[in-house]
């Protein structure tokens, strides 16, 4: 079991930057693929980020650029960083883990793929 609580959201306009932090807890949850979704108006999850056991990282391709994801081990935390924020970016954004150490380039944006998630965090952007 992992726990994952989100933070960092807000009100933020365009073309300006957040910095998104999930903690995790619960087993060795660093040793596992952690991700970033995005849910918006429509109720779909769509992958933003995800970062493996090995700190291989993987951004999808229209946050390439301007988002970062990154980890501290040592604070059992993940990070988005995000800049350059379009109002498109808006919605509510959720980390979630998997079983998996890695995120494999072709599984780790699937959300059925992820086990483990958080109750998010809101992202509102204003043009």
């Known amino acids: 079991q992992v726990q994952l609580v989100e933070s960092g959201g807000g009100s933020v306009q365009a073309g300006g930057s957040l910095r998104l932090s999930c903690v995790a807890s619960?087993?060795?949850?660093?040793?596992?693929?952690i991700g970033w979704f995005r849910e918006g108006p429509m109720k779909v999850r769509e992958a933003v980020a995800a970062?493996?056991?090995?700190?291989?990282?993987y951004h999808a391709g229209r946050v390439k650029g301007r988002f970062t994801i990154s980890r501290d081990t040592a604070k059992n935390t993940v990070y988005l960083a995000m800049n350059n924020i379009k109002p498109e970016d808006a919605g509510i954004y959720y980390c979630a883990a998997r079983a998996a150490r890695s995120c494999g380039t072709y599984t780790w944006s699937p959300p059925d793929n992820y086990s483990f998630w958080g109750q998010g965090t809101q992202v509102t952007v204003s043009s």
């Open positions: 619960g087993s060795t949850p660093m040793g596992k693929c």
């Open positions: 970062v493996s056991h090995d700190d291989t990282t």
